[in-house]
């Protein structure tokens, strides 16, 4: 099991360009979060999917980010345009099935938007 | 809003037990304390979670109140490698939504 898989692992940009990040989730979980950390704000949940529909988007900070999951394999969150702000790790992150069970997150995307 | 209390921050000595505490005064019925760590630029990890009873797996133990209002934590022979930023949380439905931590020290 390959664990969740996030790319790029690292992504500098320059202000005002379309970043993209992409996540694939484990096989089988029908679950997929999105979530941001920076030092000011912690970890925050943008937004997630429930068998490939997103449930609930009201973490998205703005109309500049949007997220998408068109199988069950695969999610990417867009940033157009970024802003020096938007710099942060972005986690994503899966699970078999809501309720109870717990998350496996991925090892993030570091972005720097200069 | 955060539904849950937690120190900012613990030191432990290494090879003794870390026991991470955490309110949750306004818990309901329904909703589950769930653990995570997260090691220094990693993605959070999964410990463990329960309702009511307490929990033990190969990484940690859980010991939930009788009242549910607070719970521990506890790593029972804590390593160097147990430093993290550990969190509690409460939930029931699907989004799983973290506060600061308690940041764990484990000294040498």
């Known amino acids: 099991d390959a664990g969740v898989i996030q790319s790029p692992r690292h992504e500098v940009t320059e202000m005002g360009q379309e970043v993209t990040l992409r996540c694939k989730p484990i096989?089988?979980?029908?679950?997929l979060f999105w979530y941001r950390q920076t030092m000011m704000r912690g970890l925050e949940l943008l937004i997630y999917f429930n068998n490939n529909v997103p449930i609930d988007d009201s973490g998205m900070p703005e109309d500049r980010f949007s997220a998408k999951m068109p199988n069950a394999s695969f999610s990417t969150l867009k940033i157009q345009p970024s802003e020096p702000r938007d710099s942060a790790v972005y986690f994503c992150?899966?699970?078999?099935?809501?309720?109870?069970?717990?998350?496996?997150f991925g090892s993030g995307t570091r972005l720097t938007v200069v | 809003d955060a539904k849950t209390t937690q120190p900012p921050s613990m030191d432990c000595a290494e090879g003794r037990a870390a026991n991470l505490p955490c309110n949750h005064s306004?818990?309901?019925?329904?909703?589950?304390v769930y653990w995570y760590r997260q090691i220094h630029s990693q993605g959070p990890q999964y410990i463990i979670h329960g309702l009511k009873n307490n929990e033990t797996n190969e990484m940690a133990s859980l010991i939930i109140t009788e009242d549910r209002k607070s719970s521990t934590l506890i790593l029972p022979h804590a390593t160097l490698r147990d430093t993290a930023v550990y969190y509690c949380?409460?939930?029931?439905?699907?989004?799983?939504?973290f506060g600061a931590g308690t940041r764990l020290t484990v000294k040498p």
């Open positions: 992150a899966s699970s078999l099935v809501t309720g109870t069970y717990g998350y496996t």
């Open positions: 949380i409460v939930r029931v439905a699907d989004d799983m939504r």
């Open positions: 306004t818990i309901s019925g329904n909703e589950y």
């Open positions: 096989s089988g979980h029908n679950s």
